[in-house]
């Protein structure tokens, strides 16, 4: 009786194991996590997935022995995919760096804009506390020479010399006509003829050429690192639009999603390989370095020129003891000014008459040999007419709180400019950390599950 039950419960039993084998291994060849993985990533249709992994399938790039979940379609969108993610990360690395040097170019212009703004008062406040005759007049001069100033130091294509002169050639018939010679005004032609003599007669002695020297100096450092923090973000919007080829592009695939055809979403390239593999595809910004750690150092140069000894602030500072001076001396050489300005003005009088009345000397010939101007040679105030200031553009006045220093911006902007002195060199780490898991004992190499 025992004999015929046991064979029986054996049979059922071996049967229950076999059963629980089958549901086991049909688990384990499903797609689904392949599935979900293809769905959270957006990588493209679900239809293209199979529910189980097929053994006769042609693929170009994740080619393996054995059954895929993989199809052309998928394997398609897999290299459209990682192209996508590799430069949005490439993207959010340059981001930083170009972040860095845009937010510091604008604290380093904002801070300008603050000493030119301050400069432009402090003058502003002499000509109306000690030379109120001509400051109405002479304001608008001023807003303009700030104003180039400005575009100056911003990397605007203008000669600050030329700003400066053009500056005191419309300074001379103020001081001439108001202080000079007080009450004989600096409007119309005789104002004109004052502007053209200006730099013949040379009425401000050598405060002009000194103060566009020094100007010159200290603005000129300024003018290069804007420049040079400009052609920094110019590089980073180059890395941003990074080309892959399609080996790069084939390979990208292979490290991160051929492993997916197999049911092994969670693995992690080795590292070694995601280097490697980063490398090859990332060659030509590596071709980078090199110039990038020069540009570093050139920033570095520039940056400690620009806050160091306060060389920018003392200069603009200076402004307003350059112009008080030069008044100061056409008004000392006053007696000494009037018979070269009439011999000067003499001398050009008689070479514009000379000249035929032809285009562009026409106007110059008729102005010349007008009563006004003749009677202008024997500073006759009856023939001056006063006639109104162009107005000139006036620069944007600064913020109202008080930027921080060029020396604490400096600071700081160096302080991070160095960390990224190897940005180009080590971008293929930076690329693979984010990709690679060191805790894993096991990783992908590309063509199967490896010891770390």
Same mark, same amino acid.
């Given at each position: 009786?025992?004999?015929?039950?046991?064979?029986?419960?054996?049979? %059922? %039993?071996?049967?229950?194991?076999?059963?629980?084998?089958?549901?086991?291994?049909?688990?384990?060849?499903?797609?689904?996590?392949?599935?979900?993985?293809?769905?959270?990533?957006?990588?493209?249709?679900?239809? %293209?997935?199979?529910?189980?992994?097929?053994?006769?399938?042609?693929?170009?790039?994740?080619?393996?022995?054995?059954?895929?979940?993989?199809?052309?379609?998928?394997?398609?969108?897999?290299?459209?995919?990682?192209?996508?993610?590799?430069?949005?990360?490439?993207?959010?690395?340059?981001?930083?760096?170009?972040?860095?040097?845009?937010?510091?170019?604008?604290?380093?212009?904002?801070?300008?804009?603050?000493?030119?703004?301050?400069?432009?008062?402090?003058?502003?406040?002499?000509?109306?506390?000690?030379?109120?005759?001509?400051?109405?007049?002479?304001?608008?001069?001023?807003?303009?020479?700030?104003?180039?100033?400005?575009?100056?130091?911003?990397?605007?294509?203008?000669?600050?010399?030329?700003?400066?002169?053009?500056?005191?050639?419309?300074?001379?018939p103020l001081v001439y006509g108001h202080l000079v010679n007080p009450g004989m005004g600096a409007a119309g032609k005789s104002g004109e003829c004052l502007r053209a003599t200006r730099q013949d007669i040379n009425p401000f002695g050598p405060h002009p050429n000194t103060l566009a020297q020094e100007l010159r100096r200290a603005l000129g450092t300024g003018r290069a690192l804007s420049l040079a923090l400009a052609e920094g973000t110019e590089v980073m919007n180059a890395t941003e639009h990074v080309s892959l080829t399609k080996e790069c592009l084939r390979g990208l695939t292979k490290m991160q999603y051929c492993s997916h055809c197999r049911g092994l979403t969670l693995i992690k390239p080795c590292m070694g390989y995601c280097l490697n593999v980063m490398r090859g595809c990332l060659a030509s910004v590596a071709e980078l370095d090199e110039p990038w750690r020069r540009y570093v150092a050139a920033l570095e140069e520039l940056t400690h020129a620009v806050a160091g000894q306060h060389s920018l602030e003392l200069a603009l500072l200076g402004v307003r003891e350059h112009v008080n001076e030069a008044i100061l001396h056409a008004q000392l050489h006053g007696p000494t000014l009037t018979a070269t300005n009439r011999s000067t003005i003499a001398q050009h009088a008689y070479f514009f008459l000379s000249l035929p009345p032809s285009p562009p000397y026409f106007v110059l010939s008729s102005f010349c040999s007008s009563p006004c101007f003749l009677c202008f040679l024997f500073l006759h105030p009856s023939c001056l007419r006063h006639s109104s200031i162009l107005s000139s553009f006036t620069m944007k006045p600064s913020r109202n709180d008080k930027p921080r220093s060029l020396k604490k911006i400096s600071r700081e902007f160096l302080s991070y400019v160095q960390r990224y002195k190897s940005f180009f060199a080590v971008l293929p780490e930076m690329l693979c950390e984010g990709e690679t898991v060191v805790e894993d004992f096991t990783c992908w190499s590309g063509d199967d599950v490896v010891e770390r």
């Open positions: 009786m025992s004999r015929g039950i046991c064979p029986r419960v054996n049979f %059922w %039993w071996i049967f229950a194991v076999l059963f629980l084998v089958k549901v086991v291994d049909v688990g384990t060849y499903s797609c689904h996590e392949v599935k979900t993985a293809f769905q959270v990533r957006q990588i493209g249709p679900l239809k %293209w997935v199979p529910e189980t992994p097929g053994t006769d399938v042609e693929l170009l790039v994740c080619k393996h022995q054995g059954p895929s979940c993989c199809t052309r379609k998928m394997e398609e969108s897999y290299q459209v995919a990682v192209r996508r993610e590799t430069l949005q990360i490439v993207r959010s690395y340059s981001f930083e760096l170009k972040y860095l040097i845009s937010g510091h170019t604008t604290a380093f212009q904002d801070t300008f804009q603050y000493l030119l703004s301050f400069s432009q008062g402090h003058l502003s406040s002499l000509l109306e506390d000690t030379y109120s005759p001509l400051s109405r007049e002479a304001l608008p001069h001023v807003n303009a020479l700030f104003s180039s100033l400005s575009l100056y130091i911003r990397g605007h294509n203008l000669s600050l010399e030329a700003a400066i002169a053009r500056f005191y050639d419309n300074l001379f």
